[in-house]
């Protein structure tokens, strides 16, 4: 050992560095005797060289650490570092505005629809009153609707012009395999299977949500259209069609709302693993551990593909170094 | 005995002077009978209208002020010939607490407010009173067929002021309903507009006022006694109320269809009468007093619908298929949840164990 006992329990630190200097001191005029180094590779020396002498130290440290033990000398072990977890890309920011504008779209759209329809409820009245009457509602239903259909639009360019769009949208068309991981869940949750579905990017779940937007998207604008412009719409079409149009918004907007409260709120929020809210939809990012568990087989992709790409550097910077040492010698 | 006898004839001069005095001073029916029994007494106004004067004593002895003397209204008849005589104030006895026994009611009060009463009180000499419409010497309870304001004679009594709309109300389905088929459940003026509380339609306490008007109407037509007797549709207001127009005018709106915007106020007919406002010819007219430029598309189709029954046509099924349709995902999601959160508890709990 290279020092006293009472020495080091009193500045270990200031030992350490001291040795780790000497031993730096030494490598370096060993190297810099017969080469003469660019400052790119003095660094990238240097930084092998510290590692290497930490990884000894440490070892020092542990064996010491030992000793003081046998002499019943408490010292707390050192902090490791958290290894923080990793986060995959799931959403992009594109997406993920479209989402917003969307959400706050269709909130609009149920706050001030709904009151129409449950007119006879005390809160309907309250509502109304609230907001400052029934054509300022009227007019933020447009408003809402107006945000709708443009994101709505905006949403098939997206997935018709940009690479992450049609990307995406491969991915969220329905295959046999979605009905597959449904029987194989359905069997999972009541007992006759072991292991869940091993799911792809998307879930059927997540492609339900999707498809069932287009559903609404398709019965709520047009028939909204026609009811926006009712007078356009009956130089085309007689009258029945508007009234078509009126049960059919007012049915849908039921069923979306449903869907919305019972559906979406228990897979994006109320789900206990979940709660009070994927938050996904804010960073765009989903934990290893949540990746693993819903989309297995997306993980070992981006796992394979991040291997690969590793390896590929390796063999580029194998390449580089070889030049290097080349141009070195 | 002789100072008795002359204090009893003393007091009986006394009482002949007084009733005598009496009646010189208030000429008797007997007497305004004697001219106002010619049918052809009559009189010339200051602006040249010529008014009878003639009294036909037979029906007033049959009115309700059969027992009072003429001079009780006609206060200001002391002297022959009674010449410009006030018009008669209906207010010195129906007043609160007066001691004749007539009655005294609200009513009073309401004409005063009224669009009538306001019109009078300004000094517009055409504005009805109590007698313009109730009738001077011929006043019975309404219940009597002789009666102005019997429910069968009220569009002729108001008629004789509102010449127009009585015109065409007494050919409406309203009217006909009263005055040919003496069904007395069909509105006269005075079921829509009041009686004596009578207001201008601008009045927002007005019944026919915009918004109050589709209460007005559900007084007989969500009537379910009237509805079953006389076989009047019933959808009509419980269909309007769920409309845009009737969640439009619930809420406040003031442009906006109430039900006499379409069936008119007065000139109300069957939808199947040619006249109507309503008739298939006529609606995209009467649509486009709202919606400019409205077409025969507007009538190609019901207006008073109820997605709930049969009647309705393809809304009906529409609304059947939106409900099955929200009933069975809903259904389908909920079990799922239920499911997975069935399996969630257990996994829980084998961890736990």
């Known amino acids: 050992m290279f020092f006293s006992k009472k020495k080091k329990e009193l500045e270990p630190k200031v030992s350490l560095d001291k040795l780790q200097g000497e031993i730096e001191q030494e490598i370096w005029d060993d190297l810099t005797k017969d080469l003469s180094l660019t400052p790119h590779l003095k660094e990238e020396i240097k930084k092998l060289v510290k590692e290497r002498a930490r990884e000894e130290l440490q070892k020092e440290l542990k064996d010491r650490y030992a000793e003081l033990k046998e002499e019943k000398v408490e010292i707390p072990p050192p902090e490791v570092k958290k290894k923080e977890e990793v986060m995959y890309p799931r959403l992009s920011l594109d997406v993920r505005i479209q989402h917003i504008i969307l959400m706050v779209s269709t909130i609009i759209l149920i706050i001030t629809g709904l009151p129409i329809k449950f007119h006879e409820l005390a809160w309907a009245k309250f509502f109304f009153s609230t907001v400052g009457g029934l054509q300022v509602s009227r007019i933020l239903h447009r408003v809402g609707a107006a945000g709708l259909i443009g994101i709505a639009l905006y949403h098939l360019l997206f997935l018709a012009f940009s690479k992450e769009g049609r990307e995406i949208f491969k991915e969220l068309l329905p295959r046999k395999k979605d009905l597959k991981d449904l029987w194989i869940m359905l069997n999972y949750f009541i007992g006759r299977k072991r292991e869940r579905a091993k799911f792809g990017k998307f879930t059927y779940v997540e492609k339900f949500d999707y498809w069932a937007v287009y559903w609404g998207m398709v019965v709520m604008v047009l028939s909204g259209l026609i009811l926006w412009f009712l007078g356009t719409a009956l130089r085309i079409f007689p009258k029945f069609v508007a009234d078509i149009a009126k049960e059919a918004h007012s049915d849908e907007a039921t069923l979306a709302t449903l869907a919305i409260i019972i559906w979406h709120f228990y897979n994006a929020h109320l789900n206990p693993e979940k709660f009070p809210m994927n938050r996904s939809w804010l960073t765009g990012k989903i934990s290893e551990k949540e990746m693993e568990k819903e989309h297995f087989l997306e993980w070992v992709k981006i796992q394979e593909e991040e291997e690969k790409e590793i390896e590929t550097k390796k063999a580029e910077e194998g390449k580089f170094k070889e030049q290097r040492g080349e141009n070195i010698l | ?353």
């Open chain 2, 1 to 353: 005995m002789k100072i008795n006898r002359i204090i009893i004839l003393f007091c009986f001069f006394l009482i002949c002077l007084l009733v005598q005095g009496r009646t010189q001073e208030l000429p008797s029916n007997q007497e305004c009978k004697h001219c106002h029994s010619n049918p052809n007494l009559k009189k010339v106004l200051p602006d040249g209208r010529v008014i009878s004067e003639y009294v036909d004593f037979d029906i007033f002895y049959k009115s309700i002020h059969k027992k009072q003397a003429c001079v009780y209204c006609h206060i200001d008849a002391t002297n022959f010939p009674c010449k410009n005589l006030q018009k008669v104030n209906c207010q010195r006895c129906h007043y609160k607490g007066n001691l004749a026994g007539a009655p005294d009611l609200i009513k009073y009060k309401e004409y005063g407010e009224s669009v009538h009463g306001r019109a009078t009180a300004l000094g517009d000499v055409k504005a009805p009173m109590c007698q313009d419409c109730h009738g001077s010497h011929y006043i019975f309870d309404k219940a009597d067929t002789l009666s102005r304001t019997n429910k069968e004679h009220i569009p002729q009594t108001c008629g004789t002021c509102h010449l127009n709309i009585y015109d065409i109300y007494r050919i409406s389905v309203h009217g006909e309903a009263l005055r040919s088929k003496h069904i007395l459940a069909a509105p006269s003026c005075a079921d829509c507009h009041g009686e004596h509380n009578i207001k201008e339609h601008t009045d927002p306490k007005s019944k026919v006022f915009l918004t109050q008007v589709s209460v007005t109407c559900a007084k007989c037509h969500a009537n379910m006694e009237l509805i079953k007797k006389y076989d009047i549709p019933v959808e009509p207001v419980e269909t309007y109320k769920e409309s845009f127009h009737g969640v439009a005018i619930k809420f406040g709106a003031k442009t906006v269809a109430n039900c006499t915007s379409c069936h008119e106020s007065h000139a109300i007919f069957k939808s199947d009468d040619p006249r109507s406002s309503i008739y298939i010819d006529n609606i995209p007219r009467t649509c486009g007093k709202c919606h400019p430029g409205a077409s025969e598309n507007f009538a190609k189709g019901k207006i008073h619908i109820n997605p709930a029954k049969k009647e309705a046509g393809i809304i009906y099924y529409v609304s059947q298929f939106f409900k099955y349709l929200t009933l069975s995902v809903m259904l389908a999601l909920i079990i799922y949840i239920i499911l997975d959160l069935r399996k969630k508890l257990i996994v829980k709990r084998k961890g736990e164990e």
